[in-house]
T-cell receptor, first 114, second 116 residues
Framework: DQQVKQNSPSLSVQEGRISILNCDYT??????FLWYKKYPAEGPTFLISISSIKDKNEDGRFTVFLNKSAKHLSLHIVPSQPGDSAVYFCAASAYGGSQGNLIFGKGTKLSVKP | EADIYQTPRYLVIGTGKKITLECSQT?????MYWYQQDPGMELHLIHYSYGVNSTEKGDLSSESTVSRIRTEHFPLTLESARPSHTSQYLC???????????????FGPGTRLTVL
């Protein structure tokens, strides 16, 4: 059973607009969440993270929102750029559970059109 | 900039061959990981290590084995490759015991393995 779910396999947005990528989780023990970006034939690169004690974390064009009651987080990219086109993975960990190993979602492929 | 390396980047090999995928990191990280990933699927943890002489199996059962004789080196071995082993293999590392920030994992570029 998937503990981290990214229900949209793909998303297409226009350059300059907002991209919103969603992630749901089922394990209430998760207390740390991360977003990774992956280009084809490369390894994932860390983008942004959020602790469960916060509901928002911002880094430049990237903002992650956490709604613990809904067990939902989202990544906002504003403004979207063609270089943002990649697969985005949501990941979660429970501190103390296997010492913080990450559980990944299946990813959402973002296409930003010029 | 993360310094974690994997070789080879691509490998095409016949059934029954023994292969070793190399992974090295220069960040002095204690914890290292191996993931397996297929297109459109999540990354599945197959092995991890807390440090030298430590190896643990991950969530996904794998016929591969790993060793950790040096902090910076975490090779993965398949004794007899099969077509079902065709996948992308990703190595990662992170600090351990450094608080919440230690959960950020840094990934290598991956090895795309094809077994004919």
């Amino acid at each position: 059973d998937q503990q981290v779910k990214q229900n949209s396999p793909s998303l297409s947005v226009q350059e300059g607009r907002i991209s919103i990528l969603n992630c749901d989780y089922t394990n209430s023990m998760f207390d740390y969440f991360l977003w990774y970006k992956k280009y084809p034939a490369e390894g994932p690169t860390f983008l942004i993270s959020i602790s469960s004690i916060k509901d928002k974390n911002e880094d430049g064009r990237f903002t992650v929102f956490l709604n613990k009651s809904a067990k939902h987080l989202s990544l906002h990219i504003v403004p979207s750029q063609p270089g943002d086109s990649a697969v985005y993975f949501c990941a979660a960990s429970a501190y103390g559970g296997s010492q913080g190993n990450l559980i990944f979602g299946k990813g959402t492929k973002l296409s930003v059109k010029p | 900039e993360a310094d974690i390396y994997q070789t080879p980047r691509y490998l095409v090999i016949g059934t029954g061959k023994k292969i070793t995928l190399e992974c090295s990191q220069t960040m002095g990280h204690d914890k290292m990981y191996w993931y397996q990933q297929d297109p459109g699927m999540e990354l599945h943890l197959i092995h991890y290590s807390y440090g030298v002489n430590s190896t643990e199996k991950g969530d996904l059962s794998s016929e591969s084995t790993v060793s950790r004789i040096r902090t910076e080196h975490f090779p993965l071995t398949l004794e007899s490759a099969r077509p079902s082993h065709t996948s992308q293999y990703l190595c990662a590392s992170s600090e351990y015991g450094q608080g919440r920030q230690g959960n950020e994992q840094f990934f290598g570029p991956g090895t795309r393995l094809t077994v004919l």
